[in-house]
């Protein structure tokens, strides 16, 4: 048995992500049984804007050490073959998502020198690159629901609301123009950017599902883990040059299964999931580069 265990931020995710992917991928490899875990939820690191100065937050060094103890020790005793930790990009980030992996890469190493594995260091360094990743979704996870008109039905969406999008073919580039809703984004920005000057109401998914789209009551861990495990993910991308950072997840997840990318060939995260041609000793985990620091 093969076991591929994720780390997420968000309640849908540990819900339902794990059981949204599986279906797109083989259920063996090397003819052994492949078991997706119930994911283990901490909290997300990127509420906040990143700087690229910084130290990793705590939050950062916890989804790391979160990764490195799945991997090399495992409270069970039998660390799982794939580790993925899965962070939101949320609306402070957008655009610096390469500061985003630098902040991670940078938390691995904290973790790394301040506890000692039995492990070699060569152990460990190999292991990272063979087995664990760090992916994002961006903004949210809410955005690819936006992909699939069934999984908005499921969320709970009525059959006669169609949404409005700047952008309607990269729900990653989420941004509403819908008229009915711009007098409340108006309203939440002029409040919000007092105090963060980077939010914009129009690119937040969940407020427009939530608050707008849905007639009724909403529950994330009902009508979003509904609508999360039933999403078809390969109406997601309409074209090779969307969602660049799902498809790195997923061209991640099937280069570890020997398989081709369900969502098709298409455009990939250069920070998240860089070109075939990098040698692999230069990869720092499995999809992340190295920065040249050495462990």
């Known amino acids: 048995m093969e076991r591929i265990k994720l780390i997420v931020t ?8 794990h059981k949204s992917l599986q279906h797109l991928f083989p259920l063996n490899r090397n003819n052994k049984k492949v078991v997706w875990d119930t994911p283990r939820k901490l909290n997300c690191a990127t509420s906040h804007r990143l700087r690229q ?7 950062m060094r916890k989804l790391a050490q979160a990764m490195l103890d799945e991997a090399i020790i495992s409270k ?3 660390p799982a073959d794939l580790v993925v930790v899965i962070d939101d990009v949320e609306l402070g980030n957008l655009e610096q998502e390469n500061i985003i992996a630098e902040h991670f890469r940078a938390a691995v190493h904290c973790c790394l020198q301040e506890k000692k594995y ?7 360094k190999e292991k990272l690159r063979e087995k664990c990743s760090f992916h994002l979704l961006k903004p949210m996870v809410e955005s690819y629901l936006f992909g699939d008109a069934n999984a908005l039905r499921v969320a709970g969406v009525p059959q006669d609301r169609i949404p409005k999008l700047v952008h309607p073919t990269d729900v990653e580039q989420f941004k509403t123009d819908d008229p009915l809703w711009l007098p409340t984004c ?12 980077w939010w ?30 039933k999403l078809n993910w390969q109406k997601v991308p ?12 997923f061209e991640d997840i099937a280069a570890w299964f020997d398989v081709a990318n369900p969502l098709e060939p298409g455009e990939t995260s250069p920070y998240f999931y860089p070109d075939k041609s990098v040698k692999y000793t230069n990869l720092f985990l499995r999809n992340i580069i190295s920065n040249g620091d050495t462990l």
């Open 10 to 17: 968000g309640d849908m995710e540990k819900l339902a992500l």
């Open 53 to 59: 100065t910084a130290l990793p937050s705590s939050s």
């Open 76 to 78: 069970s005793g039998n």
């Open 118 to 124: 039995s492990s070699d260091i060569k152990d460990i």
């Open 186 to 197: 108006q309203k939440e920005n002029e409040e919000r950017q007092k105090v963060t000057p």
């Open 200 to 229: 914009c109401h129009e690119c937040h998914p969940k407020h427009y599902l939530e608050d707008y789209l849905i007639e009724g009551e909403y529950k994330e861990a009902k009508n979003g883990r509904n609508a999360l495990e």
């Open 238 to 249: 309409k074209c090779q040059t969307d969602t660049i950072f799902i498809r790195s997840l």
